[in-house]
């Protein structure tokens, strides 16, 4: 039987035609109609004023925080379950990320838990919209702007989720997204930062590209970086934001597909939640072990592979890892981060593989 991956694109659109189009024309380097345009449609799909493009989600944030004027001393709250990249890239600025403790629902960053991590050094939130749900923005911008802390949010997982309505990349100071392989727009690798502010969108503008003054050519004002993206990502990822509503849509349709097909096994697994005031994308459909430890969930893991199924673990949390290690506990994430697993979760999946995975995760949890 063929084996079923975690994750792979979704190439089905004009991604072909238009990345010829720029080999045709000699426009494959960071210039070209490719990149304002995928910009453009990128921030209407956001319903932002602006989007800026940069190579890959790692250095969006990165980007993001520099504009934010984030510096060394300086403390960012982040949730300890994510995506080593959104520690990282505060620590890149010499910054410190202060970590706090997620829900058990969503995994996303428990605004509970952040007013409590604030010191005079803290200067902004990165609330990360994990695996497609988003992060219950109105909570965490109340404290943000209780305290005078700027928000980012990590959007790399989470195109097109909503919080009562209105789509993640506007819900804060600014956003970033990625466009890696696996995620629900892909430009191979990619990354884009959103945001309705102008002046921080000119001075984004200004240091993805070394910083040279706009006005003047090879005047370099300020140390800036080169974190452009090339015309021939931005024409895949111009087709890719043609079909995004439909690559939302197979995303709910799979997600019905697996609630349906798992709903004998509640005993056992906690399916993903979509909180009442949220639009959940499903990057990655996400179950929880009710019972056990983190060998238990490797065992589950173990035998679907067998079966020639693919799933990732939940990130280990950032506390555990060695950059960022702590003695501290994080109660649900040192709890639920260890019994999850993401399921296959990709557009070409039909409602057979996902009678088949059902079938072999049934027989690996008796
Ligand atoms: C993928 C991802 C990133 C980084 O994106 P790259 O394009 O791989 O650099 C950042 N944050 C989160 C939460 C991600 O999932």
Same mark, same amino acid.
């Given at each position: 039987?063929?084996?079923?991956?975690?994750?792979?694109?979704?190439?089905?659109?004009?991604?072909?035609?238009?990345?010829?189009?720029?080999?045709?024309?000699?426009?494959?380097?960071?210039?070209?109609?490719?990149?304002? +345009?995928? $910009?453009?449609?990128? =921030? @209407?799909?956001? !319903?932002? #004023?602006?989007?800026?493009?940069?190579?890959?989600? /790692?250095?969006?944030?990165?980007?993001?925080?520099?504009?934010?004027?984030?510096?060394?001393?300086?403390?960012?709250?982040?949730?300890?379950?994510?995506?080593?990249?959104?520690?990282?890239?505060?620590?890149?600025?010499?910054?410190?990320?202060?970590?706090?403790?997620?829900?058990?629902?969503?995994?996303?960053?428990?605004?509970?838990?952040?007013?409590?991590?604030?010191?005079?050094?803290?200067?902004?939130?990165?609330?990360?919209?994990?695996?497609?749900?988003?992060?219950?923005?109105?909570?965490?911008?109340?404290?943000?702007?209780?305290?005078?802390?700027?928000?980012?949010?990590? +959007?790399? $997982?989470?195109?097109? =989720? @909503?919080?009562? !309505?209105? #789509?993640?990349?506007?819900?804060?100071?600014?956003? /970033?997204?990625?466009?890696?392989?696996?995620?629900?727009?892909?430009?191979?690798?990619?990354?884009?930062?959103?945001?309705?502010?102008?002046?921080?969108?000119?001075?984004?503008?200004?240091?993805?590209?070394?910083?040279?003054?706009?006005?003047?050519?090879?005047?370099?004002?300020?140390?800036?970086?080169?974190?452009?993206?090339?015309?021939?990502?931005?024409?895949?990822?111009?087709?890719?934001?043609?079909?995004?509503?439909?690559?939302?849509?197979?995303?709910?349709?799979?997600?019905?597909?697996?609630?349906?097909?798992?709903?004998?096994?509640?005993?056992?697994?906690?399916?993903?939640?979509? $909180?009442?005031?949220?639009?959940?994308?499903?990057?990655?459909?996400?179950?929880?072990?009710?019972?056990?430890?983190?060998?238990?969930?490797?065992?589950?893991?173990?035998?679907?592979?067998?079966?020639?199924?693919?799933?990732?673990?939940?990130?280990?949390?950032?506390?555990?890892?060695?950059?960022?290690?702590?003695?501290?506990?994080?109660?649900?994430?040192?709890?639920?981060?260890?019994?999850?697993?993401?399921?296959?979760?990709?557009?070409?999946?039909?409602?057979?593989?996902?009678?088949?995975?059902?079938?072999?995760?049934?027989?690996?949890?008796?």
């Amino acid at each position: 039987m063929d084996r079923i991956s975690v994750a792979q694109p979704k190439l089905a659109g004009n991604e072909r035609k238009y990345v010829l189009d720029c080999l045709d024309t000699n426009w494959i380097s960071s210039n070209g109609k490719y990149i304002t +345009a995928f $910009e453009k449609s990128f =921030a @209407e799909f956001c !319903g932002v #004023k602006h989007a800026i493009a940069t190579n890959n989600g /790692t250095t969006a944030l990165h980007l993001a925080l520099v504009a934010l004027g984030l510096e060394p001393g300086d403390e960012v709250i982040v949730p300890t379950v994510t995506y080593i990249a959104t520690a990282n890239a505060v620590r890149y600025c010499g910054a410190t990320p202060v970590l706090v403790d997620v829900c058990q629902e969503t995994m996303n960053i428990d605004p509970r838990d952040i007013e409590r991590k604030i010191t005079s050094r803290t200067r902004g939130i990165i609330p990360v919209h994990l695996y497609g749900h988003p992060a219950d923005m109105e909570a965490v911008n109340r404290v943000a702007s209780k305290h005078g802390l700027w928000v980012v949010e990590d +959007a790399a $997982e989470a195109h097109g =989720a @909503e919080v009562l !309505g209105r #789509k993640v990349g506007g819900l804060g100071t600014c956003a /970033t997204f990625s466009f890696f392989g696996n995620k629900i727009v892909t430009t191979g690798e990619g990354g884009m930062v959103t945001t309705n502010n102008d002046e921080l969108a000119a001075k984004l503008r200004l240091l993805r590209g070394q910083g040279m003054d706009p006005q003047r050519r090879y005047w370099f004002p300020v140390v800036g970086y080169n974190y452009r993206m090339t015309n021939i990502q931005a024409a895949i990822g111009l087709a890719q934001m043609e079909m995004i509503d439909k690559a939302l849509s197979d995303r709910g349709t799979l997600a019905n597909w697996y609630n349906d097909a798992l709903a004998g096994m509640q005993n056992k697994i906690l399916l993903p939640r979509q $909180e009442p005031w949220a639009k959940q994308v499903y990057w990655m459909y996400t179950i929880f072990l009710r019972y056990g430890d983190g060998a238990d969930r490797d065992a589950v893991m173990g035998a679907l592979d067998e079966a020639g199924i693919e799933t990732r673990p939940v990130f280990h949390p950032m506390h555990v890892l060695p950059p960022y290690k702590e003695d501290a506990a994080y109660p649900t994430a040192d709890l639920w981060a260890q019994r999850g697993i993401n399921l296959p979760t990709h557009q070409d999946l039909t409602r057979d593989d996902v009678q088949r995975i059902a079938a072999s995760l049934e027989r690996a949890l008796a």
